[in-house]
Antibody, heavy 118, light 107 residues
Framework: EVQLVESGGGLVQPGGSLKLSCAAS????????MNWVRQAPGKGLQWLSHISSSSTNIHYPDSVKGRFTISRDNAKNSLFLEMNSLRADDTAIYYC???????????WGQGTLVTVTS | EIVMTQSPATLSVSPGERATLSCRAD??????LAWYQQKPGQAPRLLIYAASARATGIPARFSGSGSGTEFTLTISSLQSEDFAVYYCQQYNNWPLTFGGGTKVEIK
């Protein structure tokens, strides 16, 4: 059974930093492309970043480029998202998601809540 | 960036009725379009990919159609467990983008 378990969320002040983790199991993590997607309270889904299986291809939307960094450790079946210069509008549930086939998301974690507030 | 627009924002449907949800892209995404279902407090679940292919385990009452800029998700006979929010997502171009969602509620 595929399992994706996010952690690292919590309360952070504006301008602060946070590093999220996603522990993967039940599938071949080292051959899977992975992504982060977030959802602000009561809002829709926003794609944040993509990393290919070997970390050779990485993509971000302009809205987070330069502030967020995606990475992975295939030896530890783990995905990460480092977030800097956090703002109130970064408050959201952050999901890790596995790419299935092309660039759509076949499996999702349960999410971790990040709250940016003073 | 490709903008995805879903309509209507809210759809009120009686159980057993048909629901038709629309997703429009402001430029062609070919058939690289996925649909997700999200229930309160849960992560999204993949329903449809490649515009019309059902994901594993998805009931046949869910069907997708369209290509280019116009797409439709049809739920042929709504069951109680189908009341949820539905999102479309294009994966033809970076950045990947989602529509704003359609909430299917009980009439």
């Amino acid at each position: 059974e595929v399992q994706l378990v996010e952690s690292g969320g919590g309360l952070v002040q504006p301008g602060g930093s946070l590093k999220l983790s996603c522990a993967a199991s039940g599938f071949s993590f080292s051959t899977s492309d992975m992504n982060w997607v977030r959802q602000a309270p009561g809002k829709g889904l926003q794609w944040l970043s993509h990393i290919s299986s070997s970390s050779t291809n990485i993509h971000y939307p302009d809205s987070v480029k330069g502030r967020f960094t995606i990475s992975r450790d295939n030896a530890k079946n783990s995905l990460f998202l480092e977030m800097n210069s956090l703002r109130a509008d970064d408050t959201a549930i952050y999901y890790c998601a596995r790419v299935a086939g092309w660039l759509y998301f076949g499996d999702w974690g349960q999410g971790t809540l990040v709250t940016v507030t003073s | 960036e490709i903008v995805m627009t879903q309509s209507p924002a809210t759809l009120s449907v009686s159980p057993g009725e048909r629901a038709t949800l629309s997703c429009r892209a402001d430029q062609s995404v070919s058939s690289k379009l996925a649909w997700y279902q999200q229930k309160p407090g849960q992560a999204p679940r993949l329903l449809i990919y490649a515009a019309s292919a059902r994901a594993t385990g998805i009931p046949a009452r869910f069907s997708g159609s369209g290509s280019g800029t116009e797409f439709t998700l049809t739920i042929s006979s709504l069951q109680s467990e189908d009341f949820a929010v539905y999102y479309c997502q294009q994966y033809n171009n970076w950045p990947l983008t989602f529509g704003g969602g359609t909430k299917v509620e009980i009439k």
